[in-house]
Nanobody, 124 residues
């Protein structure tokens, strides 16, 4: 059983920064691509970013490209999401997930294990 635990969310003013962390249990973390998704009230869960198992390949949603950076530390079984220049529309619950199926990495169905989520609120 894999457990993913997110942390680092909070309340920040527009233009500010936050760094989310997602700690994974188990010894197979480095064998899987990982992703971040978010869900705002009344909206569907949407793709934010994904990273390959080695960390060498990343992909972002257009809405966060240039502002967010996904990274990972396989020695620590942790994936990160650095969020800069935050906007009120970034307000959502952010989830990390383990990708088990090949594809674009942007579809939630490609991911099998999910964390409980961490709330990010950006005030204007």
């Amino acid at each position: 059983q894999v457990q993913l635990v997110e942390s680092g969310g909070g309340l920040v003013q527009a233009g500010g920064s936050l760094r989310l962390s997602c700690a994974a249990s188990g010894r197979t973390f480095s064998s899987y691509d990982m992703g971040w998704f978010r869900q705002a009230p009344g909206n569907e869960r949407e793709f934010v970013a994904t990273i390959s198992r080695s960390g060498g390949i990343t992909s972002y949603a257009d809405s966060v490209k240039g502002r967010f950076t996904i990274s990972r530390d396989n020695a620590k079984n942790t994936v990160y999401l650095q969020m800069n220049s935050l906007k009120p529309e970034d307000t959502a619950v952010y989830y990390c997930a383990r990708r088990f199926r090949s594809g674009s990495g942007k579809y939630w169905g490609e991911y099998d294990y999910w964390g409980q989520g961490t709330q990010v609120t950006v005030s204007s």
